[in-house]
């Protein structure tokens, strides 16, 4: 099987998993009032009467790899929110820069106060680490918004109307979806005359939209034939209404998966881009990437001030994946037991 | 419903139009690679103004496909549809997508067999029953909200003003069926068709479904087509009958006339598996042996034949015509079969 293939299989089973009731009812199962005046009280607790949701939701709880996801992307957050509380130093200043020379010391090491030691501009390690959390959120979250606005876009074009216009923005789609991800997303970002921050956010959007768009086209075709968008349709509600009231919402779920997916995707390929050199060149506010890439000529005998940064964008996108994959898997009837 | 009251309204239908006519409609699907496949092939019959007909047969003889062709709700590819549907005048099966969309909900409405799946499950039940009212009356989301109040509170919901904020897996399974039957019956429809409204139901919650969708469509005169499998379905509901199999009518009766003297071998197996008072409930007794799956193709043959044990030669050779037949006091009495069960038996 070709990697477009296996590609698109993974997606159109992820839409077709999630394809039932899914996203919108926030918190359903506290429910039934016990009298019930017509007598019906024992078909009340029928099996499916328990939303989808709720019972994937009981499932997550339980799994140790989802716990674990999220208490690394809590953690994440929650430094990048509190950055400058809990970091000693801004990113841009420079308390070690006495200590720095060329020859003999280009790296300060670690020392009271400075835990890490610093980095080629003496400036605080840890402090930078701490900060690049917020680059690297802002970054994730901005680049896979972006595609999932694109996405959502051509998905419910092409669900919603199929024929020609779903043949077209599909053709497009598996284009895109044929190339390696970061090729596409480095292509598009050299092709911005001054690299910034925002290149890099919009090129990993870009490269977010195919995934997005395939995955909502494949829920909003399962919706399509339905029976709640079939009960619809025989009591005449509008077009509009059957697709943005009926199918888009119920098809939402998986988007809402593959975003969690999506963002430590994003995270990577952002280390990566600004690694090349494709991101913000100034780097005063420190980022993770960029600091991978600032490391690489001092790698050899400084190996720490490299390993720091890729640790936490690794341990950052594992935590995403983790929540992902195992919300994927709690919401996918084929993996319940 | 008294012997009376019977009389009294079907008087006053026969001076009337047919509502619907249904007339010679087929529907043949074609998937590539496979022969065409006839669901429905010739399916006559009327419905009165504010008359209950049922549409009878095991799984897969094609009731649902009728019923969503004279809706105009199969699918846009991979079927034909011929015939004809004419309701109050008008060849539904002629009406542009949009003439028949506003006419789905407003004159012509349907329900379905599974509750849960039928309610979208993210939409309050409320929602769902105001939609329908602003699409046809041209209400406002505020205006409607009182009517589905009374709707919801006149299909036996209890508590409407809680109920229309929740959502569909909030409720039970005999709730959500009469949240579906208020928002088919929203806009006071003329004809609304229930496709297997209690099959997904349990059984004590069936014969309330039932009733009430009785009492509903008296009081507001709506004609009714019951699609069931199951004739004790029939028997509290339906004023005439007819029987399908692998997709033709085999037979037409008046629903006593039906019960008390059937003539084709196929309902006289349908009746005879009705499960009795004194037998164990939900048992079934003497199903017609063997399946669909045995069918011969009606074009020279009885489809029926290989189940049968009224069969004669002529079954495998000659498709039965659907003629008329003796007997049937009020509604004319039509049969299809080369060797019917006898009158008295
Ligand atoms: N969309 C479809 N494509 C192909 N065949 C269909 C389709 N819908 C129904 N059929 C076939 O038509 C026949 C009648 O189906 P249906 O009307 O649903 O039966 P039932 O009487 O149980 O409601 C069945 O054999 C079914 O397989
Ligand atoms: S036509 Fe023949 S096979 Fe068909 S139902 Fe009648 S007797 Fe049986
Ligand atoms: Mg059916």
Not at chain 2, 7 to 24: F, G, I
Request: glycine residues 8%; proline residues 7%.
């Amino acid at each position: 099987m070709t990697p477009l293939n296996r590609k698109k299989e993974r997606l159109d089973g992820l839409a077709a998993s999630t394809a039932a009731p899914a996203a919108g009812q926030a918190g359903g199962v506290d429910v039934m009032d016990p009298v019930d005046p017509v007598g019906e009280a024992g078909a009340v607790r029928d099996a499916e009467g328990v939303s989808l949701l709720a019972s994937a939701w009981r499932r997550l709880r339980r799994n140790p790899m989802f716990i674990i996801g999220a208490v690394l992307v809590a953690l994440f957050i929650l430094v990048a929110v509190f950055a400058p509380l809990l970091a000693p130093h801004a990113p841009d200043d420079r308390p070690l820069i006495g200590q720095i020379s060329a020859s003999t010391n280009p790296i300060p090491k670690a020392q009271d106060g400075f835990p890490l030691g610093g980095d080629e501009k003496g400036r605080d390690l840890l402090s930078r680490l701490i900060y690049g959390s917020r680059q690297t959120l802002i970054v994730g979250v901005l680049a896979t918004l972006g595609g999932l606005a694109g996405g959502v876009t051509l998905g419910t074009l092409a669900g919603a109307f199929g024929g020609w216009v779903d043949s077209v923005v599909m053709r497009v789609v598996d284009v895109l979806l044929s190339l390696p991800s970061i090729l596409l997303a480095i292509t598009i970002a050299s092709l911005a005359s001054q690299p910034s921050q925002w290149t890099v956010i919009v090129a990993i959007a870009i490269v977010q939209v195919p995934v997005f768009a395939r995955l909502l086209r494949g829920s909003m075709l399962a919706q399509r034939s339905s029976d709640h968008v079939l009960a619809a349709r025989s009591l005449g509600v509008k077009r509009s209404a059957i697709v943005f009231r009926h199918m888009l919402p119920n098809s939402l779920g998986p988007v809402f998966v593959q975003s969690t997916l999506a963002l430590s995707v994003s995270i990577i390929e952002a280390a990566a881009l600004s690694f090349l050199g494709l991101g913000n060149p100034d780097d005063s506010k420190a980022e993770w990437g960029q600091m991978l890439g600032a490391a690489q000529n001092l790698f050899d005998l400084y190996p720490h001030i490299a390993f720091w940064p890729a640790a936490c964008i690794v341990v950052v996108s594992l935590g995403f994946t983790l929540m992902g994959e195992s919300m994927r898997e709690a919401l996918d009837p084929k993996s319940r037991r | 419903m008294t012997a009376t009251t019977t009389r009294t309204s079907r008087d006053a239908r026969t001076s009337r139009e047919p509502l619907l006519q249904v007339r010679d409609l087929s529907v043949t699907f074609r998937r590539s690679g496979e022969e065409p496949f006839h669901a429905v092939s010739g399916v006559s019959f009327d419905v009165q103004p504010g008359q209950t007909v049922g549409l009878v047969g095991e799984s897969g003889c094609g009731k649902s496909v009728t019923s969503l062709a004279i809706m105009g709700l199969l699918p846009k590819r991979g079927n034909t549809v011929t015939g004809e549907a004419v309701f109050e005048g008008t060849d539904l099966l002629k009406l542009s997508p949009k003439q028949m969309r506003d006419r789905r909900g407003r004159d012509v409405a349907m329900i379905f067999q599974d509750p849960l799946s039928s309610l979208n499950p993210v939409v309050p039940i409320g929602r769902q029953v105001t939609e329908v009212m602003e699409r046809h009356q041209g209400l406002s989301r505020k205006e409607a909200e009182p009517k589905a109040r009374e709707l919801l509170d006149k299909v036996g919901i209890p508590d409407p003003s809680r109920r229309l904020k929740e959502y569909p897996h909030q409720l039970s399974g005999g709730m959500r069926q009469r949240a579906l039957i208020a928002m088919a019956l929203a806009c006071a429809p003329r004809l609304l068709i229930a496709d297997e409204p209690t099959t997904a139901l349990d059984v004590t919650i069936q014969a309330q479904i039932l009733t009430l969708l009785k009492d509903l469509v008296q009081d507001s005169d709506t004609a009714l087509i019951m699609i069931t499998h199951d004739l004790g379905v029939v028997a509290g509901l339906c004023d005439e009958v007819n029987v399908l199999y692998g997709g033709r009518i085999v037979e037409r009766a008046d629903r006593h006339d039906l019960f008390a003297r059937p003539r084709h071998p196929y309902t006289h197996g349908l009746l005879a598996s009705i499960p009795r008072l004194d037998s164990a409930r939900g048992e079934r007794l003497n199903p017609v042996p063997g399946s669909v799956a045995d069918n011969l193709p009606w074009d020279h043959a009885c489809a029926f034949a290989p189940r049968c044990s009224n069969a004669v030669e002529a079954c495998r050779t000659t498709q039965p015509e659907l003629e008329r037949i003796e007997g049937g006091v009020e509604t004319p009495r039509l049969l299809r079969c080369h060797n019917p069960i006898s009158e008295e038996a």
